[in-house]
């Protein structure tokens, strides 16, 4: 607490916001509550990361961890991946529009909040809750996405009353390369890059070194949303000259022949979401899809797809998504260190 004012830290596990905290630690600056909104997505690595922070900040008198997720009443899915694949779709980013921040970042923090005591006792008294975001001295550029309005809270008149909005490392002078340094200098590994693990707006070398099973699913994504798509020819929309990278990365994968698991061992059918509007109307093949289709593709290099359908046969294995850490969400939770990393 600063004065009478509460403080969040909304803590992305990646290296700006660790180096934050590291950081804040440094210049005596506690927080009261460390929030991560898992989005059940995140790299593999990430989440091997966390508790080994979390860790770290309770042995320097921090509060631990504090998960948040999103909680569906009625959907199929628990997270961001099977958001997409459910729903034959993709990202909000492949489009240019980051509403996947929104719904699966923002508003479980904003929900757990709002059940927090002394965010509401603050409220009660007309005192705004502190909140700091880990976005680095070179990202000033990031400020005008629609992912950053959302974290700042200027999209949304009612966050600019409750919460006084601050990002330390603008503040501090402190870019991304200083906080690799801050963070080995703490004795921590370096975590990966935070972003799920099929973001669109990732880099080459980042499929390059991303997991086998974290490219199946990947797979898996762009193969249930390509009959649907009528813009774009997948996550990274069309193919680029810059780089010559394809407008997928199934192709991209394909082309470099990276490892994936197989596909059929994460299901053997994909049960798309009953309510899923998209496919009921049918599929199309126009705009970006020339050539052959991913299915083709993946056929023709010998791997085994599995069959996308509306009324799964209960005989066959069907598609699961990797709830990472989901099942540990405090969102509903009341109180105010609640640490959840026992059983992660």
């Known amino acids: ?137 070179d990202e000033t550029h990031r400020l005008k996405d629609a992912d950053a309005k959302a974290h700042s809270g200027e999209a949304d008149p009612k966050e600019q009353e409750r919460f006084e909005h601050h990002m330390p490392l603008m503040e501090w002078g402190i870019n991304l390369e200083k906080c690799k340094e ?15 693990f099929f973001c669109p707006s990732q880099k080459p070398q980042e499929v390059n070194d991303a997991e086998p099973e974290d490219r199946a699913r990947t797979i898996l994504m762009e193969y249930a949303a390509e009959p649907y ?6 996550l990274w929309r069309r193919p680029r000259l810059s780089d010559g990278r394809p407008g997928s990365i199934t192709e991209y994968i394909l082309e470099r022949r990276l490892p994936f698991t197989p596909l059929t061992l994460l299901g053997r059918q994909i049960v798309l979401n009953p309510n899923c509007q998209k496919a009921r109307k049918g599929s199309t093949f126009r705009g970006p899809h020339m050539g052959p289709s991913l299915r083709e593709l993946l056929v ?20 699961r998504e990797d709830r990472r850490g989901v099942e540990l969400s405090a969102e509903d939770e009341d109180e105010e260190h609640r640490t959840l990393f026992s059983s992660l």
């Not at 801050?182 to 921590?188: E, P, Q, S, Y």
């Not at 798509?229 to 997948?234: A, D, E, L, P, T």
Request: overall charge positive.
């Open 1 to 137: 607490m600063i004065g009478n004012q509460p403080l969040i830290v909304s803590y992305g596990a990646g290296r700006d916001s660790t180096a934050m905290l590291i950081e804040m630690h440094r210049r005596g600056i506690r927080p009261d509550v460390i929030l991560f909104a898992n989005v059940g997505s995140e790299k593999q690595a990430t989440y091997r990361f966390i508790p080994v922070f979390d860790q770290w900040l309770k042995d320097h008198g921090f509060p631990g961890i504090t998960i948040v997720a999103y909680r569906p009443k009625w959907a199929p899915y628990h997270t961001l991946e099977g958001n997409m694949i459910l729903n034959a779709t993709l990202p909000g980013a492949t489009f240019n529009m980051h509403t996947c921040a929104v719904k699966f970042k923002i508003e479980p923090q904003q929900r757990w909040t709002g059940h927090w005591g002394p965010a509401r006792r603050a409220w009660s008294r007309g005192i705004k809750v502190l909140k700091y975001i880990g976005f680095d001295c």
């Open 229 to 234: 798509n009528r813009k774009v020819r997948g």
């Open 300 to 319: 023709a290099a010998g791997h085994e797809v599995p069959e996308v359908v509306m009324d799964g046969n209960s005989n066959v294995p069907a598609y």
């Open 182 to 196: 801050i963070i080995d200098a703490a004795g921590l590994p370096i975590p990966p890059k935070s972003a799920c």
